[in-house]
């Protein structure tokens, strides 16, 4: 009653605007056009980026799932400690354009979560099917209660637990801290403490899985998980993977569909940058303060070479909350940019979620393409002749599936689509996890109509396979180049 109250204007204006001119899409049904309208209330009310969090906090999309119960625990520091020893491995080329606050802990532990239908027989089972699940929203709100409402049904229709944490938000804390502690929670089950309830998993029973920045932080993981030579995870999903100010995977926003305004979506244009998604406040302050004393340091200090495009230089200043502009282009910030996306453990990315009106669907089809056939599409071209010079150019094993009329992250939302995702999600876990006994087949690329029926993947979304720009940050008139 409460919430009615609360938001009645925006409840009974939605619906006169779904009777009278429609739905966004035609299989949208009022529950699911009121519920992204009350989302993107939650983004373009001038918030200050503190009140945003807040507000994210109490999002509760829908309850658990029934049968599903809850256990909450913190994984300890020592795991934030030994997951820094690998990252300060890989990140060396990039350390001197990183703010090393990253490794100043200020809390005792992970807080985490495990998602589990009671006696299920976990514990005695050979393979421990477990989802390492990486929430959304952006890098700087949400938390993994909001996403029980995806967590809790992957459980019981995966027959999996699922281990979901609260990552550092930013801007308070920037890259890598969201995937310093990704990173802490994966080594938490390769190694746990004895009093964890669970003897040390096979990685090749761990799907890593994560939706919109989630997606993003998923594929970061699978990419240090592989250039600091770990055991590999045995696959990663990604969930319509994208942040609400850039895609997931390339956080350049280089490519065309993040400049659609025609997209039925909300997430919003990028290119006013950062700023423009809230209001003057004590954290952004600081975190600007920071960012200019950071930008000056490396440009007047000269610690390492230049590793960003001139592009990145923005009159409008800084693009993403996550990480400063010199950044963008670090592989475990922008994984499509990555010198090389083979050698990965087999990928599902879920369009489904990303949805086929979703300004986030050129950056998952290009890099699920780039994945699959990594010698035929190699990166921006500032990255030029890297990929011959990379250790891992074995295609990844990738099925991709845009789901027709769905919005960024639409599990969210019971839409017919919605079980027959989480169909498809389970099958891909108990092809990866070895529980069919059977080859994964080769990589896929498919289109999902509202029926649920699976065809190729339409030409038109192909388009983006020849844009030229990738990882340069584009201006508004770009879109118009594709046409």
């Keep these: 009653m409460a919430d009615f109250l609360k938001n009645s204007p925006l409840y009974i204006s939605t619906t006169i605007k779904h009777y009278l001119n429609g739905p966004p899409r035609p299989s949208w049904n009022l529950t699911s056009h009121i519920f992204w309208a009350k989302f993107i209330s939650l983004l373009v009310s001038n918030k200050t980026i503190e009140e945003m969090q807040r507000a994210s906090f109490s999002f509760q999309p829908s309850p658990v799932q029934a049968g599903v119960v809850i256990n909450e625990f913190k994984i300890d520091n020592k795991y934030r400690n030994e997951a820094q020893v690998h990252l300060d491995k890989i990140l060396k080329p990039y350390e001197h354009v990183l703010d090393p606050e990253w ?255 979703e300004r986030l669907r050129d950056e998952t089809i290009y890099f699920a393409y780039r994945s699959a056939e990594p010698t035929k599409y190699k990166g921006p071209s500032y990255n030029a002749g890297k990929f011959e010079k990379s250790q891992f150019q074995t295609p990844t094993n990738t099925t991709f599936e845009i789901y027709e009329e769905m919005p960024h992250v639409f599990q969210f939302v019971d839409y017919a689509c919605t079980t027959k995702s989480y169909e498809r999600m389970s099958e891909f876990i108990n092809r990866v996890t070895n529980i069919l006994n059977e080859p994964l087949p080769p990589s896929s690329f498919n289109y999902i109509n509202i029926k649920g029926e699976l065809n190729p993947l339409n030409e038109r979304h192909k388009k983006v396979l020849n844009w030229e720009k990738i990882g340069i940050v584009p201006n508004s008139a770009a879109l118009s180049e594709l046409k």
């Design 103 to 357: 490794k100043n802990l200020k809390d005792d532990g992970i807080i985490s979560e495990w998602l589990q239908v009671p006696n299920d027989g976990w514990e005695k089972r050979e393979n421990k099917k477990t989802i390492l699940y990486i929430h959304g929203g952006a890098y700087y709100f949400f938390t993994k209660e909001t996403y029980r409402c995806i967590t809790s049904p992957l459980a019981k229709i995966a027959n999996a637990r699922v281990l979901a944490f609260n990552y550092r938000l930013a801007p308070q804390n920037q890259f890598p801290a969201a995937l310093h502690d990704a990173l802490a929670a994966y080594l938490y089950l390769l190694n746990p403490p004895k009093d964890a309830g669970f003897e040390p998993l096979n990685p090749k029973n761990i799907v890593i899985c994560g939706d919109s920045a989630g997606g993003g932080l998923s594929l970061a993981l699978g990419l240090a998980i592989r250039d600091a030579g770990l055991p590999s995870c045995a696959g990663i999903i990604g969930l319509c993977c994208g942040t609400l100010q850039s895609p997931w995977v390339d956080l350049t926003a280089s490519l065309p569909s993040i400049l659609d305004d025609g997209c039925a979506d909300y997430i919003p244009n990028v290119t006013g940058g950062a700023a423009s998604f809230y209001a003057e406040s004590q954290a952004s302050k600081e975190y600007k303060g920071k960012d200019a004393a950071l930008a000056a340091k490396i440009k007047n200090q000269n610690l390492g070479p230049k590793i960003w495009h001139d592009s990145f230089d923005r009159p409008e200043g800084r693009l993403q909350l996550y990480v400063n502009n010199e950044g963008l282009a670090i592989p475990y910030v922008s994984p499509m940019l990555a010198e090389s996306l083979g050698n990965l453990p087999p990928l599902l990315l879920v369009r489904k979620v990303a949805g086929d009106e």
